[in-house]
C-alpha cells in the first residue's frame, strides 16, 4: 500500500514551452502533497505545499506563478513548469500523505520526474 | 526552523564490512526522523523512521538507526553491507508543527568496494 506514482517519469521540452507534471496517490487519499526540486548531485528542496481544494503554499524564492501547482482531488497533484528555461531542467518528485493508519506523519515519495530544458 | 547535517559526503566501504552514516539535527522540540536511501535517477525508498518511544529503531534492509537527543543524532548503521547498497542516503526531520515538511541533509554516497 501507500504508492505515489509521477508521469512522465522523464520529459525532454523546448525553452519556452510549458510542461505538466502528475502525481498520483494510487491506493490512499493524499490531504497533503508535496513538491520537491533535487538538482544533480544535490538534497531534495522542498518547493511547495498543497491541500486537496486549497492554494499551495510556496518556500521562500520558489516563484509561485512559475511553478504551478493544483491539488483538485485526494488523489491528484499537478505541478506545471510555465514558460521552462534550461535551468528548469532538474528532477521534481512529489510526496504524498494522507490519513493512513500506523503512518500519520509519513510521506511516501514518488518516483521523480527528470525534466530536461533545452 | 529545522535543519539536518550529513557531515560525510562520500564513504567508501568494503563489502562485508559495517556501515555508519552520520546525520544531526536542530530542532526545537521531538522531531520526526527518517533515513531514506536513493539509487541513481530513481526515487526515495523509506529505510526506517523515528517518531517516539524506543530509541533504536529497525529498519528494511538490515539498517537500524539510533536517535540521540542528548547529542541531537539519528545515525544510521548497518553490521554488514551489501554491494546493492552503494546508493545516496539522505536523513530528513520533519514536525507536526511544520506541517509535516520534511527538510532534508546533503546527502551521503556510499560506495561499497568489491
Known amino acids: 500500500g501507500a504508492v505515489v506514482s509521477q508521469h512522465p517519469s522523464w520529459v525532454i521540452c523546448k525553452s519556452g514551452t510549458s510542461v505538466k507534471i502528475e502525481c498520483r496517490s494510487l491506493?490512499?487519499?493524499?490531504?497533503?502533497m508535496f513538491w520537491y526540486r533535487q538538482f544533480p548531485k544535490q538534497s531534495l528542496m522542498l518547493m511547495a505545499t498543497?491541500?486537496?481544494?486549497?492554494?499551495?503554499?510556496?518556500e521562500q524564492g520558489v516563484e509561485k506563478d512559475k511553478f504551478l501547482i493544483n491539488h483538485a482531488s485526494l488523489t491528484l497533484s499537478t505541478l506545471t513548469v510555465t514558460s521552462a528555461h534550461p535551468e528548469d531542467s532538474s528532477f521534481y518528485i512529489c510526496?504524498?500523505?494522507?490519513?493512513?493508519?500506523?503512518?500519520?506523519?509519513?510521506?511516501?515519495f514518488g518516483p521523480g520526474t527528470r525534466l530536461t530544458v533545452l | 526552523a529545522q535543519s539536518v547535517t550529513q557531515p560525510d559526503i562520500h564513504i567508501t566501504v568494503s563489502e562485508g564490512a559495517s556501515l555508519e552514516l552520520r546525520c544531526n539535527y536542530s530542532y526545537g522540540a521531538t522531531p520526526y526522523l527518517f533515513w531514506y536511501v536513493q539509487s541513481p535517477g530513481q526515487g526515495l525508498q523509506l529505510l526506517l523512521k523515528?517518531?517516539?518511544?524506543?530509541?533504536l529503531v529497525q529498519g528494511i534492509k538490515g539498517f537500524e538507526a539510533e536517535f540521540k537527543r542528548s547529542q541531537s543524532s539519528f545515525n544510521l548503521r548497518k553490521p554488514s553491507v551489501h554491494w546493492s547498497d552503494a546508493a545516496e542516503y539522505f536523513c530528513a526531520v520533519g514536525a507536526k508543527a511544520a506541517g509535516n515538511k520534511l527538510t532534508f541533509g546533503g546527502g551521503t554516497r556510499v560506495l561499497v568496494k568489491p
Open positions: 523515528y517518531f517516539s518511544g524506543d530509541t
Open positions: 510526496s504524498a500523505r494522507g490519513v493512513l493508519a500506523g503512518a500519520p506523519n509519513e510521506q511516501f
Open positions: 498543497s491541500n486537496e481544494g486549497s492554494k499551495a503554499t510556496y
Open positions: 491506493d490512499f487519499q493524499a490531504t497533503t
